[in-house]
């Protein structure tokens, strides 16, 4: 890159003189490449800029992600393709360009943002790439969130060689399992390899010439076998033979197969600490939407996806799960004060609910946002974790994170418990706002960024695997950088530089999509599954009288309905559309607008972001006059009046609208898509590889209000002239989450990952020790203080020193 660069200083010094004297004219320290991108675009059509066209420079540009602008200087950081990165600084008055390293290009982001640093005071830089040697990574692109495939593939092949540790080790690994003091797999008749193939040869011999009624069980323990190989003779018998020939030559696919089946998972914690979880009348409340109902769905897919397993494995075991979050005293009408709550649609799932302590040990009563929850997770963590023992009579096999703050736990208890961890993000918030880390100061009275980012750094390191939605949330695209990569290297100036932080090639990344639940979310052209009374209740919601919970009626109601429901909040960007919708005559003549989200009044709202986007969409409505054409509900309601909400805006022939300005994987598109409604949705994050653009919705960019509003309208336009135009993107809407966002392949899958990496996490050093115990260091000397600095401004809320029992605290 530094070549080509020089190549073309020499080669175009005049055009190239001009464009940089018009990015320093900009003014700011900071060009975005999508700032970068449109200023060259408007460059390109002068007479200088003409001369650049065809070039190198046009490759560079595209590849850009920042540019730091200073004095006669500008510092390009060049994302060359995923997850590898140049950095050039290039010297204007002199028309010189050379390499620069990342800790060079930081300290330059750091001097803009902050001022030099005294020079006497060295920056705390962190640099994980030094105990990731000699681990294995993977090299090419399109195998970034593939992470098992690999494993299994490197490590069996360094496994299994000709000393037969590897095997020896795969032995004592099938010796260890156990259900409630019952042993499973082989007994102690088995203590060598050579008597395990012996034993295996009798026991597939044996169940082939099995007969009915037979006593084939007891006839196994006999040879060394107890049980777990499979509840037929046929299923035990084609398990041992997988075994038998991953002895006799080790084949990663055999191995995947076998490990996919053994009985390992009996019971797993799901930790999701913060907002309001429960299973009804929590929707909308703050920090409180799709995670919850992701959780719910996936932990009724796990269970069935457990029993099944279980069954075919042969155990009569019922499977345990328990989804560990934050019980709330002052619960605002939900069961979230309620210490153990059963999980609809399961039989064995439940919520455990501990609520967070002050370090004096006293309850805090009241919701805290998400963003000041940091001081009480380690004590929630330790509190939560007897709880959890407790409850169910022993340790988990298994402990799902969720979001930052259930990461952070999950990797606390997995460390103490020495059980297997996976993280889920959801959503990371570095990337929603734009150089939060470089103003981290400015943010960290409300958002607190700088403990934040230090969690997600621990616990995606310290996690054995991680479960994206999307490759976009892993990697991103050629336009954004995707959530973890924004964790290789960044800098929080006066605390610390991180140079290499996470690598998106790292195996413990793998892509699992979730669903949507089939009960609630289905097409509206199945008219008999539809509930006539719900229709007509939330009918009148959308065109009644406007109220203490609603604003605006819709004056045409015969028109179409274009469709957006989220949490108030920046970076979900409903004020945006609404916007967009406002300032477009063509749009308002074509449709109307329904938003469900937040509270109408401000005042109600107890979270600081959400009370901004309350002000301002009502300051929307007022500016462009929307009160005959916008519907806006203060709606919490559960998924079956959600999925009917789709289908009757998809009644209008009209659309669902997702304008987030960053979306990680965007469930409430796959459920629009699975009711039928064609989707508009974000270009950046998840919902782009959701939709296919054209063909089962569209894409949109959320910054250009203009641009979207023309989608649109041609789309709307087109249906009023071609209503089959409208019926083929539902129906490929619908196929699309057939095909690929299905929650039973989504159970079955985590599961088979959960045993996998459990059994590499036994036999190898997947655990890198190294790796955690630096990161133990840094917990203890960055995050707790940090922590301790937002409980000390007052984090915590009203608390009680009554420990809440069973049931609703008083």
Known sequence: MTEAVTALLASHRTPLYVFFQRLHAIGEPFVSGTALAHEYARFRETADGA?????????????????????NVLHFAVRVKVGQWQFVQIHTDQMLSRATSVSE??????????????????????????????????????????????????????LFEADGDGLKRLLAFLRVHQVGGQQLMIGDGIRTLEELRSGLRRAIDLLRRAEAGMPWQAELRGIGFEPGWGRTPE?????MQLLLDILEAPDPRHLEQFLA????????????????????????????????????????????????????????????????????????????????????????????????????????????SRFQIWPYLERF???????????????????????SDGNLVASL?????????????????????????????????????????????????????IISSTYQEIAGARQAVGQYESYSAFTLPGLYR?????????????????????????????????????????????????????????????????????????VKNVCGFVECYGRSPRLR???????????????????????????????????????????????????????????????????????????????????AMSSGLPAFVTMFGGPSEIVEDGRSGFHIDPTDADAAAAIIAAFLERTQADGDHWLAIARRGVERVEQRYNWSRYAKRLLELSRIYGFWRYITSLDRAETRRYLEMFYALMYRPLAARVEGRGGAGDVDDRTPGAGRAS
């Open 235 to 239: 299923l035990a018998a084609e398990m």
């Open 51 to 71: 001369a650049l066209a065809g070039t190198a420079f046009d490759r560079f540009v595209a590849h850009t992600q920042d540019v730091v602008a200073y004095a």
């Open 498 to 570: 991180v140079v290499a932080g996470i690598d998106c090639f790292d195996p413990k990344f793998n892509i699992v999509s979730p669903g949507a639940s089939p009960e609630a979310f289905f097409p509206h052209w199945e008219q008999e599954r539809r509930i006539p009374s719900l229709m007509t209740e939330l009918g009148d919601l959308i065109h009644g009288l406007p109220g203490e919970r609603s604003r605006g009626r819709l004056a045409q109601p015969d028109l179409p309905i274009l469709f957006a429901i989220s949490r108030l909040d920046q």
């Open 413 to 465: 208890m997995a460390r103490r418990l020495g059980v297997t961890q996976c993280n889920i993000a959801h959503a990371l918030e570095k990337t929603k706002y734009p150089n939060a880390d470089l103003r981290w100061r400015a943010f960290d009275d409300e958002h607190h960024f700088a403990c934040q980012f230090t969690a997600d750094l621990v616990a995606m390191n310290t996690a054995d695997f």
């Open 589 to 671: 003549a074509l449709a109307n607008v329904l938003v469900v989200g937040g509270h109408i009044d401000p005042d109600r709202s107890t979270d600081v972001d959400e009370r901004r986007q309350i002000e301002q969409l009502h300051a929307l409505f007022d500016r462009y006059a929307l009160d005959d054409k916008v519907r806006w509900l203060e709606l919490h309601a559960d998924k079956n009046r959600i999925g009917e909400l789709y289908r009757l805006v998809a009644d209008t022939r009209g659309a669902f609208v997702q304008p987030a300005l960053y979306e990680a994987f965007g469930l409430t598109v796959v459920e």
């Open 105 to 158: 290009y930081l300290a330059d982001r750091e001097r803009q943002a902050v001022g030099p640093a005294p020079a006497d005071v060295p920056v705390l830089e962190i640099d994980l790439e030094p105990f990731e040697r000699g681990f294995p990574k993977l090299t090419e692109i399109r195998s970034i969130g593939r992470g098992v495939e690999f494993l299994n593939r490197f490590l069996s092949g360094r």
């Open 261 to 368: 089946r053994i009985p390992m998972i009996t019971s797993i914690a799901i930790v999701s600490p913060h907002g309001y979880f429960g299973q009804s009348n929590v929707l909308g409340k703050p920090d409180t939407g799709g995670q919850v109902v992701y959780i719910l769905d996936q932990v009724r897919a796990l269970e069935r996806a457990m029993r099944a397993s279980l069954d075919e494995q042969g155990l009569d075991i019922a499977p345990n799960i328990v989804v560990l979050t934050r019980l709330i005293p002052d619960a605002d009408g939900t069961t979230c004060d309620c210490r153990v709550e059963p999980i609809l649609g399961t039989d064995h799932a439940r919520i455990l609910r501990v609520p967070f302590r002050t370090e004096a040990g006293d309850v805090v009563r009241p919701w805290i």
């Open 381 to 403: 963590a330790r509190h939560a974790e007897r709880e959890l023992l407790a409850e169910l009579g022993g340790r988990p096999d298994f402990i799902l994170g969720n979001y």
